[in-house]
């Protein structure tokens, strides 16, 4: 019964996250999250992980709109403490490069302040009027393309599916679950009667 219980856990778990990824699949710069399962001696246990597969990269032609291609991330809010790959910016009332929501862009040097002139080019340095003015701080392998967008690198057909299969599996091990828990029950009631 351990077993069948470890099992519709794990089937909720990927359940979860491929809800999750299907409700992400129109979200800018997410990536897909990886549910694998791990046989144990205590039952089955799902394990999710970062799928690296970049999305697809579409252009925008609004020269604050910046893709990653590599691994990277940009950082926002005040300590850079929150990372996103979706880099649909705009200035702030500040001039400051910033998200929807308000959050600030980080660079190597704090926050990233741009005038309307611009430009950023692909190794993350900014430049206005032919200077320096600061940089994006990228980890190695990890280019900018700027007037685009990286889509979600979720596949909603293959998402779907997953679904679909969690939901059988989970249901499978429910009734597995229900079968055994009869028949001890019967086994119990019948050395009952039997006395």
């Known amino acids: 019964m351990d ?70 991330t940009f950082r926002l809010g005040r300590h850079g403490t929150v990372e996103t790959r979706n880099g649909a910016f705009q200035r702030d009332r500040d001039g400051y490069l910033a998200d929807q929501q308000g959050r600030r862009v980080q660079g190597v040097s704090g926050p990233i302040r741009v005038s ?3 430009v950023i080019g692909s190794d ?8 320096v003015v600061g940089a994006l701080s990228l980890p190695a392998g990890t280019t900018v393309r700027s007037g685009a967008l990286e889509s979600s690198s979720v596949d909603a057909i293959g998402e779907t599916l997953a679904i679909l299969t969690s939901q059988r599996a989970f249901e499978t091990a429910q009734k597995t679950y229900g079968a055994i828990d009869a028949a001890r029950d019967k086994a119990v009631n019948d050395v009952g009667r039997l006395k």
Request: net charge negative.
């Open 3 to 72: 077993w069948m219980a470890s099992a519709m856990r794990a089937a909720q778990a990927q359940l979860d996250t491929a809800t999750h990824n299907l409700a992400n699949v129109a979200s800018d710069g997410y990536r897909r999250i990886h549910s694998s399962l791990t046989l144990t001696p205590e039952g089955l246990t799902a394990h999710e992980s970062p799928d690296p597969t970049q999305g697809g990269i579409r252009e925008t032609g609004r020269p604050l709109d910046l893709a990653l291609l590599g691994p990277g």
């Open 116 to 118: 309307e002139t611009a």
């Open 124 to 131: 993350g340095t900014i430049r206005d009027a032919g200077r």
